[in-house]
């Protein structure tokens, strides 16, 4: 049986789960269109080589970013399977 202390321990974890998850799916379903509509206009708003460059180096960022945040997830779930099996 779980002592009070982990049943608290253990609710907070599942509160922060359910923000990450919600956190995760904010970022999943968020609409890139003006963002496209801006570079495929036909007098696009980004004129200058700094604005595509500065552009093109944040989308690379948030790649890396997401693919971190991928391989931080799969660590966690091998973790917590790891512990609940030993």
Do not use: C, Y
């Not at 595509?52 to 180096?57: I, V």
């Amino acid at each position: 049986m779980m002592a009070e202390k982990e049943v608290t321990q253990a609710k907070q974890l599942e509160v922060r789960v359910t923000e990450l998850q919600t956190n995760l799916k904010s970022l999943a379903d968020s609409d890139n269109s003006t963002l496209l509509n801006i570079i495929h206009r036909p007098r696009p708003g980004i004129t200058t080589p700094a604005e595509w460059q500065f552009l093109g180096g944040m989308v690379e960022n948030l790649i890396q970013q997401t693919n971190a945040m991928r391989d931080a997830r799969q660590s966690l779930e091998r973790a917590a399977q790891a512990i609940s099996q030993g």
